[in-house]
């Protein structure tokens, strides 16, 4: 019996093949879509689950509130990790991670730089899971100046994984045996480090304080469910620790701290949730967000709706016709089960063959989109094992869904009503496809309205004053290698004809250095009235090199000897200090040490620079302090030349000349500006590709649907022409059903668009305005595509030969 409906389905599939071919792709391109979005958000929440003990690792955050100052940082105290080992039993174990920025490890005669170096305790083994191809994991970092090595990184300087007992050379003056080679870190992981360093090699990690943060501190509970009770903890576990300290140098208890409206405490987050929630200072590398998990699932469900309406839309207009074909099986004796068993074995055989192409498709496609989306996603053995029963739930779901209405609908029908011609199902009386014709295009034109809100947003992004200029800024990133002539390289780099100026700081808009200190407005060094901003070493070539505009007073200067004891605020610094004219005022900084007068240091007010973005636009622009001082962090030279190449060689043999072993490591201000907004940018992009999908796939349905528009009144539009209806009148005549049904779509989606872009712009400290024309745009956008849609086959139909379709009857 399934045999033959089957071979039923295929005869009807191939009677149709128009319908069929629009079914089946329109179908398979929202189902590819879907799946590849499914794959990206299942990459986003699989961050850090590679971890056998998963579920029972945290890392423990810091949040400070110092007067109306609030900090959220993902560091610690240096001796926390241990200390709370030893409190509470039901800590299992736990291990810190200290980020040791940009190292040079020695390869023969060159000197390569490597960004992924961290040092670590001897637990990291025991907390994570990461394989150890050779070594003892269990003494791997137990002894001062030892490293464990990926397996990447060992091919890199070893040519060989067998390497245990070799030594590398850090920074020209640190000499590490190599202890151990680990698989590489999955993608998937919060942190990515290519050399862990024993943490016993770094002499401030067995620093005592506990008001200072710079570790990264992991623990592994003996049970998930002790997490609300280390918490609760936490407030009795500062007091006892931190208390004594911050009487010495706050001179004041914790309590008194607390009362004074300040706080200081200390949370969890679990481990698995911080590629989607770390959002803090001193994280590990660069996290994403939920919204766009949000978005992305958003847009896939929504592109799977359109597909599936497209498929119940054709599939029920296409099954009218087939209304005398139920009435001849009736009489002959066929019962109704049979018939509905037919219309859905029919859909279910489309759904089949659509997903199939959909899953080909899909892996067709994997290549770009990863490169798209800057993943690696693979599908694996592992994978298949749960995209296959997806893949069947849908040919189940949406086979039975789509063939239901025309199963149930036409096998009701009373034979001799249709044999007498009684049903004539017609466009207009399809409430239904109406109904979904109407949702398919809300949907598309919310998308396009998302899309147009991305763009301007991710455009005003890009040409927002900032507050400095980024354009033709050189960074060359590891000045420290020069050490004392680090200043012999700026004023040779200075002296070269097409640079116009260059300072030296690691502190930039574009960088990820950030230095707090807390500042009191009076001498009195009340914590009520003190700042806790951002604090940036400087040079007296700085704001003329990053183009920065002063509000009021003046920058630092070589010839001004008192500078030294100077100090420039931006303007939110200026305005939380609550000074009408900040000039020449003093403020104080602790130096270190006990809260007296002798250990802190007076700064003298010379000069506001106007606000400038140094973090995220999400972002208000926070309070920023600069003082003079020597920092080799980075140099970033301001270039005017039209041979920019030819500029770079000047530079790169200035380098070789002062550090012939150490490669110059550069990049460009407004590179790394792009970078930070990576997010964003990917999301414009998906967005539009995703968007045009979605609009592809619903006109596809409606060119499905005008087409058989036309069909169903074959007769009457020959009728029409015979008594001298023009073609335009025809064409008018079937395309107006369709727009009237568009325009109903776009009252429907424009404000409930402007609604969700609203919420998503609220996200931004500095955004667009969702003007009345982006409305418009998407709405003109959605008629025009509809129109042209539509037209192409009420055109085709209004110039058929009347003779042909009168005597079709």
Known sequence: MIRNYIKTAIRSLL?????TVINILGLALGLATCLLIVLYVVDELSYDRYNTKADRIYRVNEDLKLGDNKVEYAVCMPPLAKTLKTEYPYVENTV??????????????????????????????????????????????????????????????????????????????TLCKVTGVIKDIPKQSHFNFDFFISMSSFPDSRSNEWLRSDYNTYVLLKDASDA????????????????????????????????????????????????????????LGANTT??????????????????????????????????????????LGSPRKYLILQFLTESTLLTLLATIIAFLSTLLLLPAFNQLSGKE???????????????????????????????????????????????????????????????????????????????????????????YNRSQVLIVQNISELNTQAK??????????????????????????????????????????????????????????????????????????????????????????????????????NQGGKHTLDNVKPYHIIGVVKNFNFSSLRDVVEPVVMTLGENNGALSIRVNTANLPALLSQIKDKWKNLSPNVQINYSFMDQEFDAS?????????????????????ACLGLFGLAAYAAEQRTKEIGIRKVLGASVSAITGMLSKDFIKLVFIAILISSP??????????????????????????????????????????????????????????
């Open 15 to 19: 009677k149709n093949k128009g319908f």
């Open 96 to 173: 810190r991670l200290k980020n040791a920025g940009t190292s040079h490890v020695k390869k023969g005669s060159l000197n390569i730089s490597e960004n992924r170096v961290a040092f670590a305790d001897p637990s990291l083994f025991d907390v994570f899971t990461l394989p150890m191809i050779n070594g003892n994991p269990s003494s791997a970092l137990a002894e001062p100046n030892s490293v464990v090595i990926t397996e990447t990184t060992a091919l890199k300087y070893f040519n060989s994984t067998n390497v245990v007992g070799k030594t590398l050379l850090f920074n020209d003056n």
């Open 228 to 283: 609300k009770k280390l918490e609760g903890a936490f407030p009795e576990f500062l007091k006892k620790y931190s208390g004594a300290q911050m009487l010495d140098q706050l001179n004041m208890s914790v309590d008194a701290f607390e009362k004074s409206g300040s706080y200081f405490r200390m949370n969890l987050i679990p481990l698995t949730a911080i590629h989607l929630h770390g959002h803090l200072s001193g994280e």
């Open 290 to 331: 939920t919204q766009y998990i949000y978005i992305f699932s958003a847009i896939g469900i929504f592109i799977l709706l359109i597909a599936c309406v497209n498929f119940m839309n054709l599939s029920t207009a296409r099954s009218s016709n087939r209304a005398c074909e139920v009435g001849v099986r009736k009489v």
């Open 377 to 467: 996603i693979l599908i694996t053995a592992q994978s298949l094992t749960w995209i296959l029963p997806v893949l069947l739930f849908i040919v189940i779901f949406i086979g039975a869904l789509s063939g239901s209405y025309p199963a149930f609908y036409l096998s009701a029908f009373q034979p001799v009503d249709v044999l007498k011609g009684k049903l004539t199902a017609g466009f207009k009386g399809g409430r239904l496809r109406s109904f979904l014709v109407v949702f398919q295009f809300s949907i598309s034109i919310i998308l396009i309205i998302g899309t147009l809100v991305v763009y301007n947003q991710l455009n005003y992004i890009q040409t927002k004053n900032l507050g």
């Open 677 to 697: 907004y990576r997010s964003e940018q990917l999301t414009g992009k998906v967005a539009i590709i995703l968007t045009s999908l979605a609009i592809l796939i």
């Open 488 to 589: 012999i390289f700026k004023q040779e780099v200075k002296a070269i004809p097409g640079v116009i100026n260059a300072t030296m700081t690691g502190f930039l808009p574009t960088s990820h250095w950030s230095n707090t200190s807390i500042y009191f407005r009076d001498a009195s060094l009340d914590q009520k009235r003190s700042i806790f901003p951002q604090s940036w070493d400087i040079d007296e070539d700085y704001m003329n090199t990053l183009d920065m505009k002063m509000a009021a007073g003046r920058s630092f200067s070589r010839d001004m000897q008192t500078d030294s004891s100077g100090i420039v605020l931006n303007e939110a610094a200026a305005k939380f200090l609550g000074f009408k004219d900040p000039l020449n005022k003093t403020i104080y900084r």
């Open 752 to 809: 409930l668009a402007w609604y969700l872009m609203s919420k998503w712009l609220q996200g931004f400290a500095y955004r667009i305005d969702i003007s009345w024309w982006v409305l418009a745009l998407a709405g003109i956008i959605a008629l025009l595509i509809a129109i042209i849609t539509v037209s192409f086959q009420s055109i085709k139909a209004a110039m058929a030969n009347p003779v042909d379709s009168l005597k079709n009857e």
